[in-house]
């Protein structure tokens, strides 16, 4: 009981939002769940339309993508983050942009399409990829 109250009071304490960084040593002292209801509270919060079937997949890849920002692994995803919105791009937008790399790439990996021997290596070129052009 004292986990969860202490869990809850860090998600109420510094609420999520995808348009600041969140600091990383709290992000990171977040369980996965913590941090996958806290996403899932800022879009409920500001009615952020989400197909209900899909909500705990958005949630959880946004979670996902913070987390690997945070930890800087891979750093391609943080220096993509840095790219995307020195370019123009919101914050949000960028999430949802590397989190869509993100999903293809868990795609692949689950029909077992051609990843190779290092797994993740298209993904962190995907992601090492990714660009904006504002008004393209």
Known sequence: ?????????CIRDSPYDPAVVP?????LALDQPARIAAVAAFHREHRIEIPRK???????VHAIVE??????????VGAAMARLT???????????????TLARHMFALSRDEGV??????KY?????ALEFRPGA
């Open 124 to 128: 962190r070129e995907a992601v090492a």
């Open 54 to 60: 899909d909500r705990v997949m958005h949630s959880a």
């Open 23 to 27: 600091d990383p040593v709290a992000w």
């Open 86 to 100: 020195s370019a123009g791009m919101d914050r949000h937008e960028a999430l949802h942009a590397i989190g869509a």
């Open 67 to 76: 987390t690997q920002i945070a930890s800087d692994d891979p750093p391609e």
């Open 116 to 121: 190779g021997a290092d797994g993740h290596a």
């Open 1 to 9: 009981a004292r986990y969860r109250a202490q869990r809850q009071m």
